[in-house]
């Protein structure tokens, strides 16, 4: 049966690549290449076409390497072709002295290796490869892996992985390779297997050379440098933020940091550039030497670089083309040998990877990278291109291109990009391997060009993102179209293969969300034909959810919400890009807006168009749209008509207020009437970094009436208070009456007063022009004259901040108070310093999550003690999340107890110890221990609690150790015979099951923030972690699907009906159905299946009544309803079966009685009818479900009181059935009951025997046979008179397929005999 199922697949799966595949590159029967002249010369046989290869990609791309210095000259001398001289061990110890005419270049990659080398230690990457790792290689393999020249193929060493003696055998054979620095001669030949990389493109510089290479030599490469070494950057925190094919990263980031750079531009008007830099053939360029120190800095003895760089410089390359295998080789010369490190080898993607992280550190080194500067940065690009330069490789200046962004204002104050790309001083060029320069292009910046395959624009537009959807949706369904795909096929390839195309880079798409929901509707509307659903049906259902009887087309604004919301919350707050970019860009919009801390949860409808366009406000539209709530937390500021309202939003940031202390004067009583004044470009008036504007003189003017407004001419009628903090403003004047001094920062200087004699509130100038200092005190002042100022009002010195003394302060501090309610502290308060202090502090938590008595809450509880009786800290919490699992109850109580030792740590910043840390759960330990610098890693489940961990309890000054116990030690062996570590944790267990048990009958508390979680997102009152997706699919569908079904055009439910509908058991339901199951839901619950009443509106003459009743007009409601007596049978005899599954499913009696009698009535029967008068819960139930009607309750939309019904009921019995199980079951049940209407009504009309239209066409047939009977013999032949005898009975038992051959005989007998009497006619007879 599994060979049955296997070649199934197989067949189905080779049916939908024919059909949906992607034309891919072939071997190449022909290749081309460009003459001197602009033609092409072209080989076309075996020999014509080895030789071209062999001389355009062996005889000039392997050799690229040799144009990076230091293969040239004394360095060519001094380090040779593997880096493993003398010269080689003084670069690794800075020791070496470079030529001081050599290549700069050059010379920062050597400075970059040693500083390297200095972290890293020498030979840290083993070597030794055992027989465990060898056979753990070979045993995830697949056999049919092509490889290997000398027939020593994958399934060679994965049969070998059987036998201890043979594994070890191979592993030892490439560990004294790798020992001893060598490589043997089989590893030296290579198969290069040259394909197309463009469909029919033969130009020989645009083939794909793939190097099949030994099997056992790519094996170890990868053990070696794709692991072990890898393995040693990221130990010693050398993996840069820019590689994003890190583990963990994904592509998508890297072009979302692109899109948030070009944000932040925007959003402060500074002048930046940006430049895409293509290198040329990245791993044939590579040279030897350069690889060969970079990986010995990384770790690798210099023997196994030689291992691995010796079969590429001896290398003897045959071909492989679609004429089979060539029998000559093309190798290298005895005085220049091949470099690169070839595309096939295991060991080029983890090398490509240590030189870029190389080259990265070397650039940044010279303050170069992600940096604001104008005008750009030709030191940078040069830069960049001579440390590319000198690892072998050089700029592809076609496929580079570069934007310089800078604006300009109107005179009323409206910005716009300033058009640079015109202006000839602002060309770029690039440094060429021959110490020629080419220029690049520049580009407008409203051209979209792709980034790893992501289309942005500085300027914002999304243009080329939408145009790329489109395009992608539109070849698709032009081949569905052309495939000839059965429907199931149809919509399960849009789920897996159209749907991954479009979905990659949705993220990063800033489009308005109208845009996003109208962007496929022509290509969805010619989707549904040939996905079994009518096109005309109403364009609203198209991309409504099929949990929501929906057709389910990927909805383009709700996935784009979804995958925003997914990277807001895996990088808001952490350090990586970003993270750090979201983060300013939030910030600069809560400037731009200066309104709310909260910007995300303010009106966008309203103050939507005050702000500058980016990514975070196309994620605030969404958000207002659906209802999310989007919290920031670690907002460090603290509190102290529309056409006008944008006017002085202008004038607002450029005079760089933000709060009304920012304006009046240093009493806070009166304003600061510096602010009636334009600031001057070269001051600032703030420390928060606010955008450019440039506002109008009108601006200004409508500025100043608005002011006075809020600072009357008389002053405030209550003057501000003593103020918290310094605050942001930067103070023009500054007093200290005890050392008796005025200063005045003005221009970049100081200039100091003292006081006039005999006057307390007049002074003059003393000094001028000296060096600016923050001293004294704000204060306000009126000139006198040119050299004096009276004193107006002097601030009084801020309320000093009181630091917290105890544990219990700093945690209140942080918010999260939920966390430590039941907190309680055994022993002085701050015990537990002096117990980390002396190393006995130990910590245990552990989690608890039984679904049994509340399936969405799990809780956790903690304990600090000191093993030498300091004291004790116990506390225990629970929390409602729709995530809630044991596994999460762990991380919670592990949480706890790291921000206590935060806590610690705060109030003793040099605390120094020790503190062990115990838990049950490996998985937590493990996933704790293990987190990455700087991100949470995509899909990480629980990334709320693991991000405050990272962020903010990984940098203890005291030492931590993490020890797992077993689980529930006190079910095997007495309490008193476990360690404390044991005791302590199932104390623990107790204390977190008591908790949970506490919440039995009670309403779970809306879920809350952590403490220090810079940002969670809330829909309803769920708050989202990453792995969240489908509840934000889930609430934003809803509330689309409740304006669909209000729709004119629909018209399933109103408002009121539609929140009487339990939809999460809907949704559930038909999410797990089979997808034909739900297209047949969407069609019958929306009125567009193929009843007769749909079908006569394309078919002119189509008889619109019912086929089985011949009365009333067949709609989807009457499918339900006809009254024809099988159909009523086969109703009632479906809803005993429904009746049989509820007994089998611990239902409620009293629910399953009403149900059924309910379903029985068909519709005649109101459920007030059926429940008892007093029962409260039932009359709930009985309004419910009239609301929704009997027609839709058949069609599984049941109602949210029958699910709390059944709920309670499960709760008290001994059932281990979820009500979630329990009520998508019983959609499903009820929608099969429905379903068994259609499938009597499809048999009666399309059976081929007795069906409706059998029956019409078989009438039809007998008509046409007795015509043929009544003819008689006249015009046959004698052979044909047996035609004639035909039994017509027949016909009503059969198909009528052989009747109608027997018809086309007859015909076709008496047309041959009547062609054969006009032939044989004398030609006297003939018609003229």
Known sequence: MAIIQREKERSFWRRMNFAMSKRSGRSVTMVQRETSDGGLEEARTQEEVEHMVWEEIHGKRFYLAEQAPICKGRLRGDFGYMANTNAA??????????????????????????RIRSIVPKNSVSTDLRRPVWKEKWRGSSEKTSSSLSGLHFGHYIAGTSSEIISHHHALKATICLKRGFSIDRWKGGMTCILEKLPGCCLVTKLRAILLMEADYNAKNKIIYGVRMMDNARLHKLMQEEIYSEQGRTAEDGALAKILFYDLVRQTKWPASIASIDAANCYDSIAHAIASLIFQAFGVPVEGVQAMLEAIQDMKYFLRTAYGDSKGCAQSKIEIKYQGLCQGNGAAPAGCAVISITVLRAHKRKGHGATFMCPISKASVKNWGELLIATGGAYKPPKCFYHLISFVWDRNGNWAYDQNHGKDEYQLSVPMPDGSMEEIEHLPVTESRETLGVW???????????????????????????????????????DCQLWLRLNYG?????????????????????????????????APIRQMHKGFYGVGCPHLGIECLIGQVSKLLMHYGCGSNVGIKSKISYRRLLLELGMSFQPLQASFEKYGELVTWCWMVSLWEKCEKFGIKVVVSDVEL????????RKLNRVRLHQQVLFLSDIVNAAGSDLDERYLRRRPWAEKWSNLAFPKEKPASADFRLWAVAIRRVVPAGGLALRLGRRMHDGYKHWEWRINRREQYLLHYTGGEMNVYEPVSNSRRRWKIVVAGCEQETLGQPCSVRMQDEATVSVVSTADPPVPEEKPRTIREVLGEWGGAWLWRSLKVVGEENWILDAISAGTCLAVADGSYIKEITKDACSSGFVLECTEGRGRLIGSFPEASKDACAYRGELLGLLAIHLILLAANKLRPDLRGKVEIVSDCLGALSRITTLPENRIPSGCKHSDILKVIMIHCRQFTFMTEYTHVDAHQDEKEAYVNLTRKSQLNCCMDSLAKKVIWLLMGEDLPAQEMLPLEPL??????????SGSEDNIRFWCHRQLAKETMAHKKVKVFDETQFEEVHWRSCYGALVAAPRMFQIWACKQAMGVAGTNEMQARYTPGHDKRCPSCNDAIETCGHVLTCEEEGRVDILHKSIDLLERWMDDNDTDEKLRDVLIAYAHGRGGTRVLELVPRRDRDYLLLAQSMDCIGWRRFMEGMISKEI????????????????????????????????????????????????GDLAS???EELRKALEDQIELGEEGLAKEDEYLLDINLDDLDDSSGEDQAIWLLALKAAREAHRLRDRNAAPASEAPD
């Open 506 to 538: 949705l993220c990063c798409n800033t489009a308005p969300y109208q845009q996003l929901e109208n962007c496929l509707r022509k290509e969805y509307c010619d989707i549904l034909p040939i996905g079994g659903v009518i096109r005309s049906s109403p």
């Open 456 to 494: 942005s624009s500085p300027a914002g537009s999304t243009d080329g993102a939408m145009t790329r959807i489109t395009s992608k949706a539109r070849e698709w369904v032009a081949r569905a179209k052309e495939g000839k795909l059965r429907r199931r096929d149809v919509w399960f390839l849009m």
């Open 89 to 114: 061990k003084a670069v690794l110890a800075s020791e070496y002295e470079f030529p001081l005419d050599g290549h700069q270049g050059t010379k920062d990659i050597f400075d970059e290796v040693a």
């Open 1256 to 1258: 019409k066409r078989k």
């Open 1203 to 1250: 699910v709390k019904i059944q709920e309670e009921y499960l709760s008290q019995s001994e059932s281990r059935l979820t009500i979630r199980k329990w009520s998508e079951g019983l959609v499903i049940k009820l929608l099969e009951v429905t379903h068994g209407q259609w499938l009597y009504r499809n048999v009666q009309v399309h059976d081929f025997k007795t």
């Open 638 to 645: 603290e509190f102290p008509s529309l056409k006008d309202l």
């Open 1016 to 1025: 969670a997102v809330f829909v309803g009152r769920e708050k989202m972690t």
